[in-house]
């Protein structure tokens, strides 16, 4: 399993704890706003908000909670003002590290991506040093159980679809940006089910972290815990054959 697509299915894999659902609902309530704030509160017209919105439905935010972060993003509610920050760093077995994050709060931010980083095994860097590793891409995940293989495939390459890959449990396909909305409209009319889609950064290569892979998905898993951390992306490359032993 290699890069942030692949820690995307890792993380379904492990499932969601209750106590980490409202996480989610913070995190989620945070990109809401800031959606709303950046491009405003249609989203037919805001196409960052309408992704935030799929993502908010799909792991069952009640509606008065999207309306109130809808709000909160007009001016209506109150509420704080976050500014994105991204962070770029190292990790065990040397590999690359883009971190985003919504923060009110800088300091506090900054602090705690370097505590987190510190604590295992990685560390910050200056800006730029690893984002050239990373291209801008659509992703989405769709469910495997049940589903034609060579007809997504199809449907998917003359939908706009740059490559799909099976991970595990889902299939992985990758798009430029732009098409990332119609291919997902595509798919999800041809009556495959979507797990997850959105824009990701992915790595351009990857590493193979051999032995080091236990601290890298200790790693991973506390830098998204953090409350301000929104996405983390990753060039590591983990064999199947590893992850079924961390499994085990």
């Known amino acids: 399993m290699s890069g942030h697509s692949k820690w995307s299915t890792i993380k379904r894999k492990k499932g969601a704890a209750d106590q980490k659902r409202g996480r989610e609902f913070s995190k989620l309530i945070r990109v809401i ?45 109150g509420g704080a003002a976050y500014e994105e920050i991204t962070y770029e760093g190292y990790g065990p077995a040397g590999i690359a590290l883009l971190i985003e994050t919504l923060s009110d709060n800088r300091n506090r931010t900054t602090a ?37 293989e060579d007809r997504l495939m199809e449907i998917a390459i003359d939908a706009g679809a740059e490559d799909v890959s099976r991970e595990g449990e889902f299939f992985n396909i990758t798009c430029q940006p732009a098409d990332l909305e119609s291919l997902k409209k595509t798919i ?30 200790k790693l991973m898993s506390a830098l998204e815990e953090l409350d301000d951390v929104q996405n983390v992306y990753s060039n590591f490359d983990i064999p199947e054959e590893v992850m079924q032993k961390l499994a085990d």
């Not at 979507?194 to 051999?210: H, L, N, R």
Request: hydrophobic share 40%.
């Open 33 to 77: 706003t800031s959606c709303v704030r950046k491009g405003g509160a249609d989203p037919a017209n805001n196409p960052a908000l309408r992704t935030a919105l799929d993502r908010a439905r799909a792991i069952n935010m009640p509606s008065d909670t999207i309306n109130r972060a809808i709000k909160r993003g007009t001016g209506e509610d």
């Open 112 to 148: 705690d991506v370097r505590h987190a980083l510190t604590k295992y095994g990685g560390s910050l860097g200056e800006t730029g040093c690893v984002q050239w590793m990373f291209t801008k891409k659509g992703v989405l995940l769709v469910a495997a159980a049940g589903a034609d």
């Open 188 to 217: 999800g009319e041809a009556g495959f089910t979507i797990e997850s889609a959105e824009v990701s950064m992915e790595p351009q290569t990857t590493i193979d972290v051999g032995d080091k892979a236990a601290a890298v998905l």
